[in-house]
């Protein structure tokens, strides 16, 4: 349990910090995939986006490296508001539904569940 916990950490880390670096060097590509309607027009606030999701990977991957589990467990619990409020955005802005649900909600789930692991198997070494 402890290493899969471990390696849903590594993954969604990984997986988000690759999204936000493709936000920081082609976001018209990338925003097109988010699921809204209509993909905004400026390279800045993608690029914000980019931040955003960029410094979400490497806190994860700051917080694996410092043996701090716990303190992971809770920050992926607290990080899967960003993916909540993603759908809701989509959703809110008569975005594709499958997307906020599926993607986002998805991710969302994910990001709580790997929170969830990592608490119950904090006190283990991976």
Avoid: C
């Avoid at 471990?6 to 670096?21: E, R």
């Avoid at 590509?29 to 400026?42: E, N, R, T, Y």
């Avoid at 920050?75 to 409020?85: E, K, R, V, Y």
């Amino acid at each position: 349990m402890t290493r899969l916990a471990t390696a849903l950490a590594v993954l969604g880390g990984l997986f988000i910090a690759y999204i936000g670096v493709n936000y920081l060097l082609d976001p018209q590509a990338i925003a097109a995939g988010f699921g809204l309607p209509a993909v905004p027009s400026d390279n800045a606030f993608l690029h914000v986006k980019g931040v955003r999701d960029l410094a979400s990977g490497l806190i994860v991957f700051t917080l694996l490296a410092a043996r701090q589990r716990r303190a992971l467990g809770w920050t992926m619990l607290a990080m899967s508001f960003i993916p909540f409020g993603d759908a809701a955005i989509v959703l809110g802005h008569d975005g594709t539904p499958a997307l906020a649900y599926l993607m986002h909600g998805g991710t969302a789930v994910l990001v709580a569940l790997t929170g969830v692991l990592l608490l119950r198997t904090a006190h283990a070494r991976p």
